[in-house]
């Protein structure tokens, strides 16, 4: 017996209603994916970010200050902003996906992100200290090797005075000059000992040249003094 036209449309109309439910339910299991995905990235963005900062600011609090330092640091300062931006991507993209729905995790991800951005804040205040530290230290790198100039030229100054002939007044002037280029030399090798640029960007040959230069003046003055 052929079925009624009723029972034919009734069974086209399950079908079709059939077929809407599993094309609802592939809709909806492709947006929990993509959904699941979203907050996995959010996730590994904030970790990145947070964890990539720790690890600067930790490597530049703990280096001396210097220009090489101070570059290293400004290159992971710029990393760590990319990794900020990433990480504020992945979060809105996330929340995008979520359409105003709750989002799993959001405290741990609203977290790394807050840590991540005072992290960063930290990190910029530490490279305006290494930078303020090292213009100290070279200001007085320059301060130190001017005195040992002065040093040099008034030593130059003591064996012009002819032992023999000389006044007291000449001897003592001499004398003077001896005990002050000596002072200046002790005091330089003292400051230049805790100059922690001392050394770096070439500047280390160039004041041990000197510093070698007055020692010999000394020795020879002296004998000259004491002649």
Request: hydrophobic share 35%; aromatic share 4%.
């Amino acid at each position: 017996m052929a079925p009624s036209l009723n029972n034919v449309f009734s069974v086209r109309s399950e079908i079709r209603r059939c077929e809407r439910l599993e094309s609802k339910i592939a809709s909806f299991g492709q947006k929990q994916a993509a959904q699941t995905e979203a907050l996995q990235s959010a996730l590994d963005a904030g970790e990145t970010f947070q964890s990539s900062c720790e690890s600067a600011l930790a490597e530049l609090n703990a280096a001396v200050p210097g220009a090489a330092v101070i570059q290293t640091g400004k290159k992971a300062q710029a990393k760590v902003q990319a990794h900020q931006k990433g990480a504020t991507d992945e979060y809105a993209a996330l929340k995008a996906a979520a359409k105003g729905g709750e989002i799993a995790e959001k405290a741990t991800i609203e977290g790394r992100i807050a840590k991540g951005n005072q992290c960063l804040t930290q990190l910029g205040s530490a490279l305006t200290t290494k930078e303020r530290a090292l213009k100290t230290a070279q200001d007085e790198l320059v301060r130190q090797v001017a005195r040992l100039d002065k040093a040099n030229q008034s030593c130059a100054g003591i064996g012009s005075v002819a032992a023999a002939s000389a006044t007291q007044v000449q001897y003592d002037q001499a004398r003077t000059n001896y005990e002050s280029a000596r002072k200046t030399r002790d005091e330089v090798k003292a400051a230049l000992a805790k100059n922690t640029q001392f050394g770096s960007d070439g500047s280390g040959q160039d004041v041990s040249g000197k510093l070698a230069t007055l020692d010999g003046c000394l020795d020879s003055s002296r004998k000259h003094l004491t002649a």
